[in-house]
C-alpha cells in the first residue's frame, strides 16, 4: 500500500517565520502535489512537481515556494508565514500522467499567529 | 480550467443508495473525472474514476454522460461508516498542475 507521510500532524508558528512542511512517499511516484483544505473551499493546488527538481505552479502559488531534491521528498516552504497561511495542508502523489488518482497523506494543521 | 460545484451537504438513512452529481461544464478532453472520500483528520482517500460512461468498482459506481459536463457518484446501500466528505476532481496532470480543480465536497450523512 502506498504511505505518503507528513512531517508534523500539528504545526504553531509565528508571523514572518520561515515555515518547512515535508512530505515523503514510498512508492517511486513521479508526481507530488501540495494542497491546502479550508473550510468551505475544498482543496486548492498550490504547487505540484512531476519529476525531481521540476515544479509546477497552482491555483494559489503566492507566499509559498516548493523544493524537490529528491524522488520521495516534496517540501512546502512559506517563506514568511501569515496568519491567512493558517489552514490544514496535504500533501499527495501519483504516478505518471492523466488523472492517475491521488495518494493523500494526512495532513498538517497549521497555525500561525 | 474546468469548474466543479457539488451539492454542500447530503443525508441518507442505512441501506439507501445515495447518489451525488458533479457538474463540470467546462470540463476539457483529456480530463479525467476521479472521486475521493474523506473522514475527519484524514486525507482524502480514491474511490474511483472515469473518463466517459460507467464505472463500477467494489465500493461505488461513477456514472458520465455522454457530453461529460457532469458525472454522478453512486453508493449501494450505505451505512454510517459512509458518513464523509465525498470530493470529485477533474483534471489531467499531463501539461502542468494547474489542470486539476477540486470541488469543495458534499458532507454525506447516514443516519440508523
Known amino acids: 500500500d502506498v504511505k505518503v507521510t507528513q512531517s508534523s500532524r500539528y504545526l504553531v508558528k509565528r508571523t514572518g517565520e520561515k515555515v518547512f512542511l515535508e512530505c515523503v512517499q514510498d512508492?517511486?511516484?513521479?508526481?507530488m502535489f501540495w494542497y491546502r483544505q479550508d473550510p468551505g473551499l475544498g482543496l486548492r493546488l498550490i504547487y505540484f512537481?512531476?519529476?525531481?527538481?521540476m515544479k509546477e505552479k497552482g491555483d494559489i502559488p503566492e507566499g509559498y515556494s516548493v523544493s524537490r531534491e529528491k524522488k520521495e521528498r516534496f517540501s512546502l516552504i512559506l517563506e514568511s508565514a501569515s496568519t491567512n497561511q493558517t489552514s490544514m495542508y496535504l500533501c499527495?502523489?501519483?504516478w505518471g500522467q492523466g488523472g492517475q488518482p491521488q495518494h493523500f497523506g494526512d495532513g498538517t494543521r497549521l497555525s500561525i499567529l | 480550467l474546468a469548474k466543479t460545484t457539488q451539492p454542500i451537504s447530503m443525508d441518507s438513512y442505512e441501506g439507501q443508495e445515495v447518489n451525488i452529481t458533479c457538474s463540470h461544464n467546462?470540463?476539457?478532453?483529456?480530463?479525467?473525472i476521479t472521486w475521493y472520500q474523506q473522514f475527519p483528520s484524514q486525507g482524502p482517500r480514491f474511490i474511483i474514476q472515469?473518463?466517459?460512461t460507467k464505472v463500477t468498482n467494489e465500493v461505488a459506481s461513477l456514472f458520465i454522460p455522454a457530453d461529460r459536463k457532469s458525472s454522478t457518484l453512486s453508493l449501494p446501500r450505505v451505512s454510517l461508516s459512509d458518513t464523509a466528505v465525498y470530493y470529485c476532481?477533474?483534471?489531467?496532470?499531463?501539461?502542468?498542475?494547474?489542470?486539476?480543480?477540486f470541488g469543495t465536497g458534499t458532507q454525506l450523512k447516514v443516519e440508523l
Open positions: 499527495a502523489s501519483s
Open positions: 512508492m517511486d511516484h513521479e508526481n
Open positions: 512537481s512531476y519529476d525531481v527538481k
Open positions: 467546462n470540463i476539457a478532453t483529456n480530463d479525467y
Open positions: 472515469g473518463y466517459k
Open positions: 476532481l477533474v483534471g489531467d496532470i499531463g501539461g502542468g498542475g494547474n489542470k486539476l480543480t
